[in-house]
Nanobody
């Protein structure tokens, strides 16, 4: 079955960096667009970054542009999120999710969580001031 497992979260001071990983199984990882979401306490889940399977053109939320970098290693079935210059506003549980159809890129609706079917358990990122 489709499974994604996030890891790499933790506690970091403002200005610091973390790299999140998402290991996928149960589907052809290289063929699918992958997206990072996050959910802060009391807030809705929001799209952070998306990377397609074809040409792998990434998209970013305005709040993380220039600070976060999404990448993927298809040989390892793993998605990454490098997060730099972290601020307390980045504190959230971070999730990854695949989206179909296969062999596509990130559509304009990539931030809509209702368009994703499979989710991991998330990894907590806490940024202290």
């Amino acid at each position: 079955q489709v499974q994604v497992v996030e890891s790499g979260g933790g506690l970091v001071q403002a200005g610091g960096s973390l790299r999140l990983s998402c290991t996928a199984s149960g589907f052809d990882f290289s063929a699918y667009t992958m997206t990072w979401f996050r959910q802060a306490p009391g807030k809705e889940r929001e799209g952070v970054s998306c990377i397609g399977s074809i040409r792998a053109e990434p998209r970013y939320a305005d709040s993380v542009k220039g600070r976060f970098t999404i990448s993927r290693d298809n040989s390892k079935n793993t998605l990454y999120l490098q997060m730099n210059s972290l601020s307390p506003e980045d504190t959230a549980v971070y999730y990854c999710a695949p989206r179909g159809p296969p062999y596509g890129n990130c559509p304009d609706s990539w931030t809509k969580q209702g368009e994703y079917r499979y989710w991991g358990q998330g990894t907590q990122v806490t940024v202290s001031s």
